[in-house]
């Protein structure tokens, strides 16, 4: 059973910047892909990014040029660097991890402050 602890999040103001991470353990395949969804109450979750072991990246277009998503494969984290954060991107961010099946984290809670 793959676990996720993330870490990161709080309350920001426009225009700052924050850095989530994401540890998973209990992996048994070398492939897999690594990512972050979030999530406003009320509205579905959404895709923000995600990276395979390959480093190939995907991201939403509301992430293009401000946040990156990287990787340390050895250590089975993954990072989601925010950058000019906008209040908008008030959410539950959501670790996502890939191999057979999904996993997902607890969750943590991203605030911008206008």
């Known amino acids: 059973q793959v676990q996720l602890v993330e870490s990161g999040g709080g309350l920001v103001q426009a225009g700052g910047s924050m850095r989530l991470s994401c540890a998973a353990s209990g992996t048994r395949f070398r492939g897999n892909i690594m990512g972050w969804y979030r999530q406003v109450p009320g509205k579905q979750r959404e895709l923000v990014a995600t990276i395979t072991t390959s480093n190939i990246t995907n991201y939403a277009d509301s992430a293009k040029g401000r946040f990156t998503i990287s990787r340390d494969s050895a250590k089975n984290t993954v990072y989601l660097q925010m950058n000019t954060l906008k209040p908008e991107d008030t959410a539950d961010y959501y670790c996502?991890?890939?191999?057979?099946?999904?996993?997902w984290g607890q969750g943590t809670q991203v605030t911008v402050s206008s």
């Open positions: 996502w991890f890939f191999d057979t099946q999904i996993y």
